[in-house]
């Protein structure tokens, strides 16, 4: 069993910042690939941005490459979502997720084990 913490959403202006943690708890963090997936007001969650077990392979949906960067500490057990030049699209409730090393599709959402409750993102315009 792995418990997941999110932190660090908010409500921030177009054009801003924030730094999303996902603290995780139980099994061994570093055998686990990470991924972030949000949900925004009527849609179905999205994939937004993975990173493997190794942190050798990192994926992001093509609407947030260049803006937002994903990157894991082991030594924390914490991944993290910095996410930059923030726009009203990106508003939505962010989860991240954690499964056991897989070869399969990283951003499939099914694939994933274990989902953090969620931290809401506001982006004013």
């Known amino acids: 069993q792995v418990q997941l913490v999110e932190s660090g959403g908010g409500l921030v202006q177009a054009g801003g910042s924030l730094r999303l943690s996902c603290a995780a708890s139980?099994?061994?963090?570093?055998?686990?690939?990470m991924g972030w997936f949000r949900r925004s007001p009527g849609k179905e969650r999205e994939f937004v941005a993975a990173?493997?077990?190794?942190?050798?392979?990192?994926y992001y949906v093509d609407s947030v490459k260049g803006r937002f960067t994903i990157s894991r500490d082991d030594a924390r057990n914490t991944v993290y979502l910095q996410m930059n030049s923030l726009k009203p699209e990106d508003t939505a409730v962010y989860s991240c997720?954690?499964?056991?090393?897989?070869?399969?599709?990283?951003?499939?959402?099914?694939?994933?084990?274990?989902w953090g409750q969620g931290t809401q993102v506001t982006v004013s315009s």
């Open positions: 139980g099994r061994t963090f570093s055998n686990y690939d």
């Open positions: 997720a954690a499964r056991p090393f897989s070869r399969s599709d990283i951003s499939v959402l099914n694939g994933y084990n274990y």
């Open positions: 990173i493997n077990w190794r942190g050798s392979n990192i």
